[in-house]
């Protein structure tokens, strides 16, 4: 939901630079079909809420976005289809006219089979036009836009995730399910952070790729702080809720304490009461997801969390969420006090045994502590889960936006979310990454971890 910045043309050739757009491309438009392999031909069309789109429509969407590229960039490309510019767009005014979001689903054409067509016949053009670069007058801009166009398409592989959730849940059999690792290491308490000067967000040539709501790279003050080390768990949250915690209005903020009421909410989304009692106290909690339906009772982080729960929360157990400026500070803090690391765990590039994103094939959260400690002692600030934050979606000092529709459109009633979740590509990860949704949504895989100020 943003645009992007690429690092200087003098830092690679354009061969190598070319080689790898080309491995890149091929790897995410692999990756996208891979997603929808287990899928029906009936599970492609279906559309089961207003914020959720058919995996046909995300298929085509992201095709739509390359042949954009193409009637840019390729003189004698001819477009494949108005009927196709106008389904597969999604919310760009100056690309033309576009269905309604919320009636993705209420249309069968085009047909799965010619939407798989026009997704071959796009990605055919498109390594014509990679092969052109090295000798393309307009070589840079592609370059830019093409790696563009692959970070947004990562972006509708993690929205794949959760519309396929919604759509099926544990009827939706990966092609691929790791083991579940199991924590070593019962982490509890929190960590107390001085504060100070810091550097908040990036700068355009510190990545191959950042967006452009992520810069620029600005200096600000942050006070002393304790952060969780861990997420807030379903455990924990179960607690809330046999305490009463959706029925008392002291915890909520006005606007939540509304939408709880119009919405009858008293779970997290994808939770399941087994046992009706009329007792909060005595309800049996399951949690149908990928990996069948399970007891809320465990230890991993709770998902599928408002703001307004996640709040409501930290109000209950008498801390709050922390702001974006502290959770950046807490996941990349530095010896010294103005530079700062760019993961957790140090400058090191994103493995396996560093988060719980989707490469790992866990298809959930993993236990609290089952990744390795930042230096600080902070587990999972990337991956599982993205965190809520208190911060409002908005552009950093001297923003410049790169792309008018793509991001600075949204700078109005969000709020930030920091870090990566199981279903995040691992391409995709950084620290400074800033998500952002409304303070109402709930189907993305959103938990959170509690802040306290301190004294000084």
């Known amino acids: 939901m943003t645009?992007?910045?690429t690092i200087p043309s003098n830092t690679a050739s354009i061969f190598d630079t070319q080689a790898q757009l080309q491995q890149d491309y091929n790897n995410v438009r692999a990756a996208t079909l891979e997603l929808c392999m287990p899928l029906q031909i009936e599970d492609y069309v279906i559309q089961t809420a207003p914020f959720m789109s058919p995996p046909r429509w995300h298929l085509g969407h992201t095709a739509w976005f390359f042949e954009m590229l193409l009637t840019r960039f390729m003189p004698e490309y001819r477009i494949h289809s108005e009927e196709y510019l106008f389904y597969f767009n999604s919310y760009y005014e100056g690309f033309g006219k576009r269905i309604n979001r919320q009636k993705r689903g209420a249309v069968s054409r085009p047909t799965v089979q010619e939407t798989m067509l026009y997704r071959s016949r796009i990605d055919g053009h498109m390594n014509i036009l990679i092969e052109r670069i090295p000798t393309?007058?307009?070589a840079p801009e592609i370059m830019r836009l093409l790696r563009l166009g692959l970070e947004h398409e990562m972006q509708h592989q993690e929205l794949l995730v959760y519309d396929?959730?919604?759509l099926l849940a544990n009827q939706y059999v990966p092609s691929e399910q790791a083991t579940?690792?199991?924590?070593a290491v019962s982490v509890e308490g929190e960590v107390e952070f001085a504060g100070g000067l810091m550097q908040l967000g990036t700068n355009a040539a510190d990545h191959l790729f950042a967006w452009d709501n992520e810069c620029p790279r600005h200096t600000t003050f942050v006070n002393p702080f304790a952060l969780d080390k861990r997420l807030v768990t379903n455990a924990e949250f179960l607690e809330f809720m046999r305490s009463g915690g959706y029925a008392d209005y002291r915890w909520w903020l006005s606007a939540a304490w509304e939408w709880l009421r119009s919405e009858g909410i008293d779970a997290p989304m994808y939770w399941e009461r087994t046992e009706d009692g009329a007792n909060a106290e005595k309800?049996?909690?399951?949690i149908r997801?990928?990996?069948g339906l399970r007891s809320a009772d465990n230890n991993e982080p709770v998902t599928h969390i408002s703001y307004y729960e996640a709040a409501a929360f930290a109000k209950w157990r008498g801390k709050r969420l922390p702001s974006e400026a502290e959770w950046e500070f807490a996941a990349m803090q530095h010896d010294s006090a103005m530079a700062k690391n760019a993961f957790p765990w140090g400058n090191a590039p994103v493995e396996a045994d560093h988060a719980n994103l989707f490469e790992n094939k866990l298809w959930c959260c993993s236990e609290a502590g089952s990744f390795a400690a930042s230096p600080q002692?902070?587990?999972?600030?990337?991956g599982d889960a993205w965190e809520w934050t208190s911060s409002d979606y908005a552009p950093y000092p001297g923003f410049t936006t790169q792309f008018d529709e793509y991001n600075d459109k949204w700078f109005v009633n969000q709020k930030v979310l920091r870090g990566a979740s199981y279903a995040t590509p691992r391409?995709?990860?950084r620290s400074t990454y800033r998500n952002f949704f409304a303070p109402s949504d709930r189907w993305m895989v959103s938990g959170f971890r509690c802040a306290r100020t301190l004294a000084g």
């Open 3 to 5: 645009t992007p910045h």
């Open 377 to 382: 002692g902070m587990y999972q600030l990337i």
């Open 289 to 291: 997801d990928y990996r």
């Open 180 to 183: 579940m690792p199991k924590s």
């Open 164 to 166: 396929i959730k919604h």
């Open 427 to 429: 391409m995709s990860v």
């Open 283 to 286: 309800a049996v909690w399951n």
């Open 136 to 138: 393309h007058p307009d």
